[in-house]
């Protein structure tokens, strides 16, 4: 699912696949389901050990199904059931708001669109994750700063290379 085909790259290569459903891993329950990205497939993740619940939703682009209520794009309904409750929602937040009109053809989503997708699905906490390489240490730190919840749900985390969540 990445834009370069297979024969775009060196080498000899072999794929396995994941098809959307539910799969049944060292004594987890995974739900895997399609979530709307231009130019290809890819799938979210909800991942459950019975008691604890992470989301994964990496490359989403929300835009390819429509603007949405706030143009940051549509909040699926397969997005929504994967992030319904989680403990934790790692989420692409690649763009600014007011960089989605100009590159959200790339196939990321905004930081605004991660959060409200995480209330509207009633996550405790959005990780927001699968930064703009562009962007650097000190504004992402910016970014922190203007995403601070102060208590409210869900709070709000910018990922860090290490970090560790406790469940």
């Given at each position: 699912?990445?834009?370069?085909?297979?024969?775009?790259?060196?080498?000899?290569?072999?794929?396995?696949?994941?098809?959307?459903?539910?799969?049944?891993?060292?004594?987890?329950?995974?739900?895997?389901?399609?979530?709307?990205?231009?130019?290809?497939?890819?799938?979210?993740?909800?991942?459950?050990?019975?008691?604890?619940?992470?989301?994964?939703?990496?490359?989403?682009?929300?835009?390819?199904?429509?603007?949405?209520?706030?143009?940051?794009?549509?909040?699926?309904?397969?997005?929504?059931?994967?992030?319904?409750?989680?403990?934790?929602l790692l989420h692409d937040a690649f763009l600014?708001?007011?960089?989605?009109?100009?590159?959200?053809?790339?196939?990321?989503?905004?930081?605004?669109?991660?959060?409200?997708?995480?209330?509207?699905?009633?996550?405790?906490?959005?990780?927001?994750?699968?930064?703009?390489?562009?962007?650097?240490?000190?504004?992402?730190?910016?970014?922190?700063?203007?995403?601070?919840?102060?208590?409210?749900?869900?709070?709000?985390?910018?990922?860090?290379?290490?970090?560790?969540?406790?469940?």
């Amino acid at each position: 699912h990445f834009p370069i085909p297979p024969s775009g790259l060196r080498g000899a290569w072999t794929f396995g696949t994941v098809k959307p459903g539910p799969l049944k891993a060292e004594g987890f329950t995974i739900e895997a389901r399609a979530i709307p990205h231009k130019g290809g497939a890819t799938l979210g993740y909800r991942v459950s050990d019975g008691s604890s619940v992470i989301a994964y939703l990496p490359d989403h682009c929300p835009t390819a199904a429509g603007p949405g209520p706030e143009g940051w794009g549509e909040y699926h309904a397969a997005a929504l059931e994967l992030a319904s409750g989680a403990d934790l929602l790692l989420h692409d937040a690649f763009l600014l708001a007011d960089e989605v009109p100009a590159e959200a053809f790339f196939g990321h989503a905004a930081i605004d669109y991660a959060i409200g997708l995480g209330r509207r699905a009633g996550a405790r906490r959005v990780v927001l994750t699968h930064h703009k390489p562009g962007r650097t240490d000190a504004a992402l730190d910016e970014v922190a700063k203007g995403v601070a919840s102060g208590g409210a749900q869900p709070e709000v985390i910018v990922a860090a290379e290490g970090e560790i969540f406790e469940l």
